[in-house]
């Protein structure tokens, strides 16, 4: 249990992260938001891809895994960057 906690906080900072590195232009996102989309992205990919293409997480490096969940933080840190924009 512990285990998974953890292993899920080390992939989201790592999602979140390169996702960030892949976005054009500064986010203002602190690092415990970062790692928040990027557990929720990580969690929404591994539900599309079960449902898509019955993934269920096997052996070796999860490449399509990494590319969709980079992509879902994108959108995610994306959406909350405009939701929480505060120029006026």
């Known amino acids: ?3 998974t906690i953890i292993g899920a906080i080390v992939a989201g900072l790592i999602i ?7 976005m054009p ?7 415990v938001m970062t790692i928040i989309i990027g557990i929720i992205a990580s969690v929404v ?5 079960g449902a898509l293409f019955n ?5 070796g490096i999860s490449w399509w ?18 939701a929480t924009d505060k120029t006026t």
């Open 25 to 31: 232009g500064k986010q203002n996102i602190s690092l």
């Open 55 to 59: 993934y269920s997480g096997g052996g």
């Open 65 to 82: 895994y990494w590319i969709v969940s980079i992509v879902v933080a994108i959108i995610g840190i994306s959406i909350y960057g405009r």
């Open 45 to 49: 990919t591994t539900l599309i891809l």
């Open 16 to 22: 979140g992260a390169l996702a960030r590195l892949f």
């Open 1 to 3: 249990m512990i285990g």
